[in-house]
């Protein structure tokens, strides 16, 4: 079983323990209710991070990036994990279908060592994939390192949630997360899922205004 | 079933009633024998436009876009299937198979949401995909929208027939187009189609000058 | 069995005969002993080449842009097969498991046509698919001809061997390695390969400054 902390300021839903990072940083906002409140997973996939050899860094760095960019109330469900292909998918699998995540965003396990396998795993939970993510992250962060290729991030969709893989390291969390972040909205209003707002000024979301005979 | 019209002056060969477009606009090389003319396949993918509840916009657009385009005779052949992969793959397979269209243009279907699944019944009839059409295409798209990463179109190869998905907006369909078409004719000289020849100034095709030792 | 042949001047491991193309060209540094060469397959994946109707010249280009890039020592095991899907893979699965290649790069095989199969072998020998390099050398080759897009070539990882297909066309061939080879030797590293040196001013590899805590 994946270990989950809600890091809203009310109690945990459904921390079973070990692992779960801090609720530091999270959005005030994720104290109102939940029927007004998005709910994000961050799923850390990181051996070290899971053995205590280090302290998470990545997942408190989406949730910062976040609480940037989201001007709607919104709350995190955060989870760590080993890079272990049954833990990743069933990681998943209670984020979006026990948690409901609209939104769950994956760190680590998305190059091409042995162990990373966390792309695999998120194709093995969605029922479609979204190859435009993968190809737009690789090419962002191509205009820093030539080593980008190396990437196998994907996106998917499952159920009613938008699963996204970003790398491992917060830097680059970063640069995917700008070049992406403003479909991810509508994406959402798409699979069903509720109304993200943003900061226009930090992340300006794009939703096309869509005639009703458009197909 | 498909329901397919031909909207070439002469009767439709397998036109099984309801839901075909009209055959309007055709391209007046298309009433020179089957032998000179290159079938082309349009398929509309919609719910809405297959219920009536309005009308196509999308099909005839790339039959339009089909006439700018090439000056070799051609014929159009129709079809309009709502977001069912039964139903998709079926027409598809009529198209290529029984039509024998040599290109088979789809639109509609290949967004994140429920009822999108072109892609994937395109993937499932086809022997071998073209992943940089999609990319291009993606690409292409993200200049006017940065939901174009949403897009999950492709294409493919089934026998002699490439298969391409093509956005649902009409003005999506055309910029999609310029920017694969080109490569479009070189494709079917390739798995053994037409010659297909284009309008220089609107959309010239590229054929690669190979030596013959070019493997 | 696919026909092998090790260009290095020593007696060739496994040669099994026919088809293999002459040891030219060689770099010096494969005289040196096996635990301080990397060893890289060259896969030519032709059935005029195969034949005999033409001589192979796109293996040879791979290996003299090898020589270009490289300056720590390396040895060639080339290979020339017919464009079966069989033999393809055969190929690849000696060149990995029984030859060691930490390193295979195919050429040939990879458009739309019916004998290209290539890209399918990989993935069916390949645990993981590295999709980025494709990408990027659709992308690169994009740039020279519209026709770019019809290509399917791909990337993958078996064991601790990195495959990567390239096009048939030896212009192509450098182009794509061009764009891509600067990932390589920190790819290789990753996958517990031999550390390759490049001649940084020719082709300066790539390899992050990982901080421990990075996942």
Redesign the interface.
Known sequence: MSTLSQTAPQAPTDSTGAQAFAGSGENPASTLSATDTARIGIL???D??HQGV??D??GPAIHATMDDYLSSPWEAVSSLVPDEPSRIREALVELADREHCCLILT???T????R??T??ATEAVCE?????????M??ES?RF????????QTAG?RGDS?IINLP??PKAIRECLDA?F??VP??ID???GPRLETDPDVMPA???KAK????
Chains 1, 2, 3 share one sequence.
């Open positions: 850390t996939v990181s070290r991070a280090y302290e860094q990545s760190t680590g396990g190059g091409p060592a042995p990373d396998v792309p695999e479609k994939m979204l190859p435009g993510f993968g190809e737009r690789r090419a191509l390192v030539p080593t980008a290729i190396l990437s196998r969709v938008l491992g390291k992406v403003g479909a509508y994406a798409l699979i069903g794009f939703r096309p009703p005979e458009d197909q």
